[in-house]
């Protein structure tokens, strides 16, 4: 069910929203020219009043009205947060609908079920499926788009009366009414087969709940610290009630499958309550004891009863600190425990980011799927500093700063295309990223792959910041501004030499035979191919930061390295195979079927990782014309292949070592191919449901993926590069902070993107499809066209 959405106020876009402060959008009409009723456009007049022609809002100049209309306003309308929630298999989209502002701590959510408490792990990363008929409590932290469960902490539920079967897994777990659940950015509310009436709302670092119980029935909520996600283990908890507060403090600390590997992630709570308690209770490993104020360990929790009357707000204020700091952060941010004030603040946060693109176009379907895209790629990474500056470093010491310090930075996903994104229309949020990662360096002693609460996971491979880091400052990014001397020092680091034994970081998997070699040879464990190419992508970008810091001698020995990849390329196969220390080659019987020395994926997929030399690969593939070929080819079996449960054989758009396949005709010069194929993923791997994304979001990159296709730009991640596609608006508008960049594309339909694509750059036609940051950095106009 679509989420159901109230009309804002036309000042709601003056509230305060959160910390860090968003940007300045730039004010510009984002309105309707004309009006949409049931997917049908209605004639517009043209902004300058007349019919047919419209004023471009870069140039001034007049020019032939473009089809469509503008999104109107408010955006946020345009958002679906149940898009991703569903799917099955390797299709399950692990994102969830609950309110949170842009990349928030505070991610209040319903944690659900099927009937009696079924809940399959890969399915409940999040801790949400849209397919569930049960909510088992609703926690305050979680991740967006996951692979792996993790968090699930600080769980609340409401309830009418207590008894001891409620301290028991599942003794609260209720039906839901699903015609009842409504989502919109900062905002979700459904109403539990008991009659209770739940809404929740959040600030940066507090989770508000809103409870409206039934007449005449006993109000109860519930703390339950003994119980998370599936496959989550409750490490420790601790509640300490203070009644004549209404206030109760502690910690919750959670064993997920990534939080596991460093012990577990513990964060801070302090609750309040809107109105007096009328008792209050609490347990430890079962029985609830009346008026116990205070209990500690891994099966513990509490409950508070509430005289029957108006609807209850409950505040939850989170840090990585300490209770005293989470309950600073309730202090600043959610003082008199407005639930309405922090609605109307998160959705006009929600709206001033997503005002910094404007799209025209013929079909609301399209507004959802991009604004829902940016919507998701702006949810993760997570706000880790306290009001005050204070944050958990990755040493397990506290420290502080003078800007918003984030963490569970999923980078081997991210740096393709989410960082990208943040580069070019979020770039203070991404400077304050890159800065993080450097603290986290200068902190824990190394630069993370996979960094999660307060912990290193040395999840997946390759060490992504490096491409992270060069994408930005070859973008224009002050390298002092971020400490690039000093984390490109621990990325040298562990590029050159193995970490000693006992280290929190795994390091670069056998970086002493991929230097003594050229490649991780197969004996040495699995992905062994896998990272090689990973390896030879980072030491591409630690060439170019070595540049930038005048390391002369480094940018040459990253640059020789970052050729590696083709160590791994055997010309008689023609894939990037594994290789063993001999120097021979691994057969591969059957490059459809995912083989151990691959991270995720099979040797086709394989095929076209070395984005940072596609010129390189098309060399070694035989040429320009072959490798369109055997591209054209792979993406025609993608197209016959029959989507299932399992993984996928050909292009694989839910995974990400081919994810930049479809742009690739392109960089070979062939804009019609790179305009077809995008578009064919575009309309055949995402949709407008709960089922509508390829895969797990990943943090938001298959979302930021989707928004760059959308406009037909696409970035090659570590370098200055853009490639061209298909738009699917006529106009977009990107506000940058340079100036607009403005897309327009006259034509625009499925039907167009199968014959000839060209595209101008401020009325000049470009030799190639493709451009510079540079470019497009101050603003201009890129015109694609695309017929039939």
């Known amino acids: 069910m679509l989420p159901r959405l109230r009309l804002l106020p036309a000042a709601f876009l003056l509230a305060a929203c959160t910390d860090p402060p968003p940007a300045d959008a730039t004010d510009s009409d984002s309105g309707s020219a004309g009006t949409t009723t049931g997917g049908t456009t209605a004639p517009t007049t043209g902004s300058d009043g007349s019919d047919g022609t419209s004023m471009s809002p870069t140039t001034g100049s007049e020019e032939p009205e473009l089809p469509g209309v503008f999104a109107p306003a408010p955006l946020i309308q345009h958002v679906d947060p149940f ?64 692979g792996i469960v993790d968090y699930g902490n600080v769980r609340v539920m409401p309830t009418l009366g207590m008894s001891p079967d409620k301290t028991e897994v599942g003794g609260y777990r209720v039906a839901y009414d699903k015609d009842s659940e409504q989502a919109s950015p900062g905002y979700y509310a459904v109403t539990l087969a008991d009659g209770i009436a739940a809404e929740l709302t959040a600030t940066a670092r507090v989770g508000l709940q809103r409870f409206t119980f039934p007449e005449g029935q006993d109000p109860v909520v519930i703390l339950d610290l003994a119980h998370g996600l599936p496959d989550v283990e409750v490490v420790g908890g601790q509640v300490e009630v203070d009644a004549e507060a209404g206030e109760i403090r502690g910690h919750h600390q959670v064993s997920g499958g990534y939080s596991g590997r460093f012990g577990g992630v513990r964060v801070y709570y302090a609750l309040r309550a809107s109105r007096p308690f009328a008792a209050f209770g609490s347990w430890d490993d079962g029985t609830p004891v009346d008026g116990a104020a205070a209990q500690e360990g891994p099966a513990v929790g509490a ?87 204070s944050y958990r470093g990755l040493d397990d010491a506290v420290h502080t700063t003078d800007r918003p310090y984030y963490t569970d930075f999923s980078l081997w996903d991210t740096f393709r295309t989410l960082h990208p994104l943040l580069t070019l229309l979020y770039p203070e949020y991404q400077a304050d990223m890159l800065r993080s990662l450097t603290r986290m360096a200068e902190d824990g002693g190394w630069m993370p792959r996979w960094p999660l609460g307060t912990g290193y996971t040395n999840g997946m491979d390759g060490e992504s910041a490096t491409i992270v880091f060069a994408d930005s400052i070859l973008k224009g990014f002050d390298p002092d501004d971020v400490g690039l001397a000093s984390a490109y020092a621990a990325m040298r680091k562990t590029a050159t030499e193995p970490v000693p034994p006992g280290s929190p970081y795994g390091g670069r998997m056998a970086v002493d035979k991929y230097i003594e070699l050229g490649y991780v040879p197969v004996e040495a464990g699995g992905s062994s191919s896998s990272w090689t190419l990973e390896s ?86 035989g040429g320009r014309e072959a490798t369109l070929a055997r591209l054209q080819q792979f993406f025609a079996d993608s197209e016959q292949e029959v989507i299932s449960l399992m993984p996928q054989q050909y292009y694989w758009q839910g995974n ?74 006529s106009e977009a508008i990107l506000h940058l902070a ?46 694609i066209d695309l017929s039939p």
């Open 738 to 783: 340079g100036g607009d960049l403005r897309i327009v594309a006259p034509v625009t339909g499925d039907d167009a993107v199968g014959g000839t694509a060209a595209a101008s750059w401020e009325g000049e036609p470009l030799a190639q499809p493709r451009l510079k940051h540079g470019d497009i950095a101050q603003g201009g106009t890129l015109r």
């Open 303 to 389: 409950y508070v009863r509430f005289d029957p009357g108006e609807p209850v707000v409950i505040g939850v204020g989170l840090s990585f600190v300490d209770a005293e700091h989470a309950a600073m952060n309730l202090d600043a941010e959610a003082p008199d425990l407005d639930f309405e004030a922090a609605r109307t603040a998160a959705e006009a946060a929600w709206e001033q980011e997503l005002a910094r693109v404007e799209v025209r176009g013929e079909s609301p379907r399209d507004f959802k799927l991009l604004y829902t895209a940016i919507y998701h790629a702006l949810l993760m990474p997570t706000l880790a500093s306290d009001v005050d500056g």
């Open 536 to 621: 030879a992508y980072n030491d591409f970008a630690l060439a170019k930061l070595a540049e930038v810091l005048g390391e002369q001698a480094d940018a040459d020995m990253f640059a020789e390295r970052a050729g590696s990849w083709r160590n791994v390329w055997d010309p008689e196969q023609q894939f990037l195979v594994a290789r063993s220390e001999t120097g021979a080659f691994v057969p591969v019987d059957d490059p459809l079927t995912w083989q151990d020395f691959y991270a995720e994926g099979n040797a086709l997929q394989y095929a076209w990782y070395a984005p940072h030399d596609l010129d390189g690969l098309t060399e070694a593939m």
């Open 656 to 729: 990400e070592p081919d994810i930049h396949a479809p742009f690739m005709f392109s960089a070979l010069g062939d804009h019609a191919g790179s305009a077809r194929w995008s578009r064919w993923v575009l309309r055949n791997r995402y949709g407008d449901h709960p089922g509508g994304l390829p895969g797990n979001d990943d943090g938001g990159t298959m979302s930021g993926w989707l928004a760059f296709a959308a406009w037909g730009l696409f970035p090659i991640a570590g370098t200055e590069d853009y490639l061209l596609g298909s738009p699917i608006f």
């Open 83 to 146: 898009i991703g929630t569903g799917g099955s298999g390797y299709g399950v989209g692990s994102s969830y609908p609950g309110p949170q502002v842009p990349f928030g701590l505070a991610r209040p959510g319903p944690d659900t079920t099927l009937t009696g408490g079924f809940a399959l792990a890969f399915s409940h990363c999040a801790g949400y499926h849209y397919d569930d008929t049960e909510i088992q409590g609703f926690s305050q932290v979680r991740m967006h788009g996951t």
